[in-house]
């Protein structure tokens, strides 16, 4: 089943599967992700990142910047894996993600945060999804954050291990809920894959489409906030110096 120009039946899933192209129709000029990581913005001010970073600091009332960096990343990256392992699954293709294709609304929420300018097809199997975003993007979106602020490699390659097995674990219960045990499956055998790379497979035990991290995102030091089903506390601990760590 070949892409269609505006990923309809990826659309089809919502929330974070969804991916707008062609032209934005209104609004202001955005960035490309590109930008975002090279720290150009198309407008004078704090680049895309930072700004993203200050938003869901203030959002969510975060004690430590590290916080709001962990949960911009994650939110990165659970998008890029979504687009590109739903696509692979569905169709058998993805849409090229090249950074440079991808413009990011550092303001906005999923789906309207990412439009790509141009479809282009390329081939659904886990090299080229690997290539397009864990080589792609989660490593100079790594590099970008850390450049700019002090958190941990460890932290960030869970917070992605994360992503990658929640996206896997929403395809599989929708192709459950549809009878579509092919696109489960697909899913599950690309996760697993893409899971072993040695910036992810020892993030944590991925089991079926569950999956226990290592390490700890943060959400629990933000007020009210408390432990992820995947996180490797079973509830929030006190004080834990090394849950920054990675």
Known sequence: MNLDSDLNRLAALEGF????????????????????????????????????????????????????????????????????????ALYGQVPDLDPRLLHWDADGSAPDDLWLSQVRALPGDAATVRRLVHHGHLEPLAAALRARHPVAAGLLWGNAASALAGAARQLDAWARTHGRTDVGERARALAAELLDHPDLRDTGTLTGTAFRRRSCCLYYRVPGGGVCGDCCFTRAPRSSPTATSG
Do not use: C, H, M, N
């Open 17 to 88: 599967f969804a991916l707008r192209t062609g032209s934005r129709p209104e609004g202001p000029p955005l960035s490309t992700l590109a930008d975002a990581y090279a720290a150009r913005g198309v407008t004078a001010g704090p680049d895309p990142l930072t700004f993203r970073v200050g938003k869901v600091v203030r959002l969510l009332g975060a004690p430590e910047t590290r916080i709001g960096v962990s949960v911009t990343q994650q939110g990165l990256a659970a998008r890029l894996w979504s687009v590109a392992l739903g696509a692979a």
